[in-house]
């Protein structure tokens, strides 16, 4: 991306993990710890942890701005294409150990453990049931959204919740998370 569009969906994108980090701190009674570290935050964005009760959860955190209805489906990044080749893509080399994933429109949150997303992904895959999204021409994503253009499992919501004995559907208005945060949703047309 150019570097002042790069520059400001980071800021975004950080300032909607630090209130959604702390809303989910206060909800779960927990601590919230950001990572810092530029090489360890491709690994997860932030942890919440007890002390008190001894619990840590390593949280990777995804925002989605598309889904309208929970009978809808999840997106989970499989693959990037760089110019140079494929890489891994979030799924597999986060470090975290549950995803938050984000949905906008529904004013929800998703709580969600990342060894389980794994497992389905490569059981669907096995039983080839396995949907995915990658666009027809890598050069022409590149051009039109200036970022490298990646290949996503897609995954239904209601099945992937029932996957997880353990996950967690939270409302925006049980975290209290002000209107505020739909500022702060990159837009790539302001700097076009």
Known sequence: METMAFNQSIQFTQHREAIMGSQLARYFNASLCYVDDSKRRKEYDYSLYSSRIGWLYRIEQQDDYFITD???????ELF????????????FYTKADKLCYVLN????VILLDVKIIKEFIIQLEKESLLQT???ADHNDWREK?????????????EETLLQDPKS????????????NYDKFQFSRKDYD
């Open 80 to 91: 990037t294409f760089t110019t140079s080749g494929k890489k891994d893509g979030k799924i």
């Open 168 to 179: 967690r559907v939270i409302d925006f208005d049980q975290l209290n998370i002000s209107s």
């Open 133 to 135: 999204y990658e666009p």
């Open 145 to 157: 959204h200036d970022t490298n253009p990646t290949c996503s499992a897609i995954i239904p919501i």
């Open 70 to 76: 929970m009978s809808q489906n999840l997106c989970i």
């Open 105 to 108: 429109n529904l004013k929800k």
